[in-house]
């Protein structure tokens, strides 16, 4: 949850580098909320809308904790857009999402394994 807690303070920020680790524990989190949130909203007939609500709210720091997972990788945060082609371009964006972060400093900044980031866990 620590993981997840650190994305959302830093929901606006593009710049800099994210580790895998962050990226995926927020990616679990926030799809095991969705699931909760849709299966209260089909018990509940009211409350549907509440799944579309959360999705909304996390819409901006999941674009940003990706942007700084593919500044981690080397790439610009522009290779976000690849994932639009359809099933080739998912797929592409899950191996990059996926690849080990460069090791040592890069023009996003300094590796964030071996540094102490402020606001994430250690």
Do not use: Q
């Not at 990616?27 to 849709?38: D, S």
């Not at 999705?55 to 976000?80: C, E, F, K, Q, Y």
């Amino acid at each position: 949850m620590d993981w997840y807690m650190a994305v959302l303070k830093r929901y606006a920020e593009f710049s800099g580098r994210a580790r895998r680790r962050e990226y995926w524990m927020f990616v679990l989190i926030n799809f095991l909320i969705g699931c909760g949130l849709g299966v209260i909203g089909a018990l509940v007939h009211g409350l549907s809308f509440l799944s579309w609500l959360y999705s909304l709210a996390v819409l901006v720091p999941s674009i940003a904790v990706s942007v700084r997972r593919l500044h981690d990788t080397g790439r610009s945060g522009w290779w976000l857009l690849i994932g639009l082609i359809p099933l080739i371009g998912f797929i592409v964006l899950i191996v990059f999402l996926a690849t080990d972060g460069e090791p040592g400093d890069n023009e996003y900044g300094p590796n964030p394994k071996s540094s102490v980031v402020e606001g994430a866990p250690a």
